[in-house]
């Protein structure tokens, strides 16, 4: 019996050891990764840069079909065969939007992570052009065509 005894220890000893690996494991991975808000937030985040592209280069479109710069974002969603999404993905308000000259432009939306401590959720956009801190952020950009 006093085997089985020692055995029943050394089994509980190794079951209690390797949970405190797990629960260390999980705690370590769940630092070295973020929580899950704050990876959801980046996501959010990457897709509202991502949005903003999007624009951007309809934009660019828009001008070299009409000429001119588009009034609004409806009236660019609006335009036949467009798929753009022009509000935040959680809110569902409407990303800014100005002309500020014959050529340029500014987009605007609010961040809930800051660029310098969080990198991009895997962007396709050049980080440098993009960055933003919390909060609402604006972006001045020229077209880059020319109308024909």
Known sequence: ???????????????????VVVVATVAVAIVVMDSPSAQREAKLDSRRVDDLVHI?????????????LPPDLATLAGEPGQRLSITDPVDGTPYGYEATGERSFR??????????????????????EWNHDVGPQ????KVKRKPD
């Open 1 to 19: 019996m006093s085997a089985d005894r020692a055995q029943g220890r050394a089994g509980r000893w190794l079951a209690i050891a390797a949970s």
């Open 56 to 68: 951007a280069r309809v934009i660019d479109n828009y001008v070299k079909a009409h000429g001119t």
């Open 107 to 128: 987009l605007c939306a609010g961040f809930a992570t800051d660029t310098a401590r969080t990198p991009a959720a895997g962007g396709r956009w050049s980080a440098d």
């Open 138 to 141: 604006c972006f001045d950009r």
